[in-house]
């Protein structure tokens, strides 16, 4: 049987996503000296106010269920590729819990930072070159590679401050869509990952 579906990983997702923005605007509200664009999403975790616990729950709560989501899709879906992707996903759960647990007061912030963006391009890619190859579905490798080059020039032209809140919420619209398809079509998987 197909051992978890993409339903009950869909729901951890969107719990998740809906934990990080929860968070974030909890925590902005909470500290009015945070400014989008100005600051960076990392500075709310050394706030001086109670935003700091409201991005720490945020990073592990969504990162924990990134990594939970991450890895019961690859335990769901047979393509080898394709498990690579959310392999790599489940990973970028743990850089995101260590975001929240290591604040840019300390030196591991910006590694565990680094890590977080390096692996979620590195997923969008192997997702864009899956979809286009495999699945011969050119229209998702079409949004992903656009939504990978928006960044790329976001980072490129604009402040960090500006790229990393955008990065964030471009990715979390990116990963809803796509499991979005994952949701709506599993009937198709099945038969894909164990035949008729």
């Known amino acids: 049987m197909f051992p978890s579906g993409t339903k009950i990983p869909s729901v951890i997702l969107f719990i998740g996503m809906a934990l990080f923005a929860f968070c974030w605007i909890g925590a902005v509200l909470l500290d009015p000296s945070w ?18 616990y409201l991005f720490l729950i945020g990073c592990a709560g969504t990162g924990m269920c990134t990594c939970i989501y991450g890895a019961l899709m690859a ?24 975001i929240g647990f290591f604040t840019m007061d300390t030196d591991l912030h910006i590694v565990f930072t680094a890590a977080f963006f390096i692996s979620i391009a590195l997923c969008m890619i192997n997702y864009a070159l899956y979809v286009a ?25 604009t402040p960090i401050a500006f790229v990393e809140p955008v990065a964030v919420i471009l990715f979390m619209v990116w990963i809803l869509s796509i499991n979005h398809s994952f949701f709506l079509n599993e009937d198709r998987w099945f038969v894909i990952n164990y035949g008729r």
Do not use: D, Q
């Open 75 to 98: 335990h769901s879906l047979k393509p080898l590729f394709l498990r690579s992707v959310f392999i790599i996903l489940s990973i970028s759960g743990l850089f995101l819990m260590g």
């Open 133 to 157: 190859f495999a699945e011969e579905n050119y229209l998702l490798a079409i949004y992903t590679a656009i939504l990978i080059v928006a960044n790329i020039l976001l980072l490129v032209l």
């Open 35 to 52: 400014t989008f664009g100005v600051n960076t999403m990392s500075e709310l975790g050394i706030s001086e106010t109670g935003a700091r």
